[in-house]
Nanobody, 124 residues
Framework: QVQLVESGGGLVQAGGSLRLSCAAS????????MAWFRQAPGKEREFVAAVTGSGNTDYAVSVRDRFTISRHNAKNTAWLQMDSLRPGDTAVYYC??????????????????WGQGTQVTVSS
């Protein structure tokens, strides 16, 4: 059974940092692109960042230079380091896996497996 489990969310003041983790099980983790999406209340789920199995990365413009995505294939884990957080970053953050090897997609429907989400709240 394929499973993604996020952790690391919480409440932080503006300007602070959080590190989200996504632990994968039941898949050959190193083959696939891992991504982070987020969904704020009343808004659609949106792309945040992604990393391919070989380490290529891409970011949404709104988080570039503030967030860093990484992965450790042997540990079946991906992380999202979030610095200089803003109230606008408040959302439920989800990790996801795309079974199409080596591409980075910005579309929710492309991704095959999703975690349950972790809440990030940034206070002003």
């Amino acid at each position: 059974q394929v499973q993604l489990v996020e952790s690391g969310g919480g409440l932080v003041q503006a300007g602070g940092s959080l590190r989200l983790s996504c632990a994968a099980s039941g898949i050959t983790f190193s083959r696939y692109t891992m991504a982070w999406f987020r969904q704020a209340p009343g808004k659609e789920r949106e792309f945040v960042a992604a990393v391919t199995g070989s380490g290529n990365t891409d970011y949404a413009v709104s988080v570039r230079d503030r967030f860093t995505i990484s992965r450790h294939n042997a540990k079946n884990t991906a992380w999202l380091q979030m610095d200089s957080l803003r109230p606008g970053d408040t959302a439920v953050y989800y990790c996801a896996v795309d079974y199409f090897v080596s591409r980075i997609s910005y579309t929710v429907g492309t991704y095959d497996i999703w975690g349950q989400g972790t809440q990030v709240t940034v206070s002003s």
